[in-house]
């Protein structure tokens, strides 16, 4: 056995360049092993304070506005506009399917809601598939609210459901597995998939497969577990993590046409404890930036720009249910830089037009907080 394996590898590289180079071509070099950061431990040193601001029912998900109030959903099919004021319900919403992971989900805004009113919601309805929705807010009533794209067929759990708006002007949408995790590989299927659509629901142009028809004309990326986040930084790059299912957690770049494994490889196992390939056996597959081991169940993103937070410029935020806690990201996802534990499940986190950060709490009645710089 050789006891220096890792100097071996190295002159063998070494004396690889120079060979290659006087071909003309450029070197092989092995990508760089995504980073388990799982391990890190959480620290009760925090460099903010959680400021209550209202108690919700079961919140699930943060849509800030340019007034710098927030829209919240509740996941047995409640919304509410939350202000200096407090808490105020929103009707016209629809019915949906309660129950484990199932209900409304994530509620998002355009870039122009100053002027549109547009509001778009995700939830799983009775029949069980997930439903995108557009609306419009008039007071304390959405209005005009109509589907304009649903999932066929539907599904169990892991919906997915988080939306994100692109600085191309698209609606980028998660669709989870719905428990059924062969469907992630179903170019057909729209489980497991991140779809790329017009603001009306239809496939955007300059999609991968555009003018394939059906699913294949909506997928951007696939491969996908449960994507409970999904944001775009500065630079125009867009993120997404996904509970991994015994370990592997994931954080991913995404980007056009790529497939990222799942269920053909993974860093966690199977709940029966039986293995499955890691991401290193198929490069073939993109493989996570980062990955949690132990798992921390990520479950909202959100990029921070803004004054309270100064050093946090570009920089990913990402709530835990698992971690009980909160997780602040490098902006090009090389690392973690920090997690914070706070002793709550963190369901969702959400940067305001001014900076503002809030997360909300993962509970049958759950707070809304803001956190404020110490």
Do not use: C
Not at 113 to 141: C, M, Q, W
Not at 170 to 191: C, F, H, I, S, W
Not at 241 to 247: D, K, L, N
């Amino acid at each position: 056995m050789n006891p220096f394996p890792s100097l071996r590898a190295a002159l063998a590289l070494a004396l690889t360049i120079p060979v290659l180079s006087s071909l003309g071509l450029a070197p092989l070099v092995t990508p760089a092993a995504a980073q388990n950061v799982g391990e890190k431990p959480a620290s009760r040193d925090l460099p903010f304070v959680l400021k209550p601001i209202a108690q919700l029912e079961n919140p699930w998900a943060i849509a800030p506005l340019p007034d710098s109030s927030v829209l919240v959903t509740g996941k047995a099919g409640k919304m509410w506009h939350v202000t200096g004021g407090g808490a105020q319900a929103i009707s016209g919403l629809p019915e949906v399917q309660y129950s484990g992971q199932n209900g409304l989900l994530d509620v998002a805004v355009p870039p122009d809601f100053s002027d549109t009113r547009e509001v778009y919601i995700t939830y799983v309805a009775p029949d069980n598939a997930l439903h995108l929705a557009r609306g419009v807010l008039d007071g304390s009533k959405l209005t005009q609210l109509k589907t304009i794209w649903q999932q066929t067929p539907g599904g169990r759990g892991q919906p997915g459901g988080i939306v994100a708006f692109g600085p191309d002007g698209m609606l980028y949408l998660t669709v989870g597995d719905r428990m059924q995790p062969d469907t992630a590989q179903d170019p057909d299927n729209p489980r497991g998939k991140i779809l790329r659509l017009t603001r009306d629901g239809q496939p955007a142009p300059g999609n991968p497969h555009e003018g394939a028809g059906g699913v294949r004309a909506e997928t951007w990326t696939e491969g996908h577990r449960n994507q409970y986040g999904l944001a775009f930084t500065p630079d125009g790059k867009l993120w997404e993590h996904e509970m991994g299912p015994r370990g592997g957690d994931e954080l991913n770049l995404i980007e056009k046409g790529k497939n990222y494994g799942w269920n053909a490889v993974s860093n966690g196992r199977h709940y029966s404890g039986q293995p499955i390939p890691d991401h290193d056996t198929r490069p073939d597959f993109a493989a996570p930036k980062l990955w949690w081991t132990p798992v921390i169940a990520p479950a909202g993103l959100a990029v921070y720009e803004g004054r309270d937070f100064p050093d946090w410029q570009g920089d990913m935020l990402i709530g835990g249910l698992a971690g009980n806690g909160l997780a602040l990201i490098a902006g090009d996802g090389s690392d973690q830089i920090a997690r914070w534990d706070l002793q709550m499940r963190v369901r969702d986190v959400a940067v305001g037009p001014k900076g503002e950060v809030w997360i909300i709490e993962d509970a049958g009645e759950g707070a809304l907080y803001q956190l404020l710089p110490k």
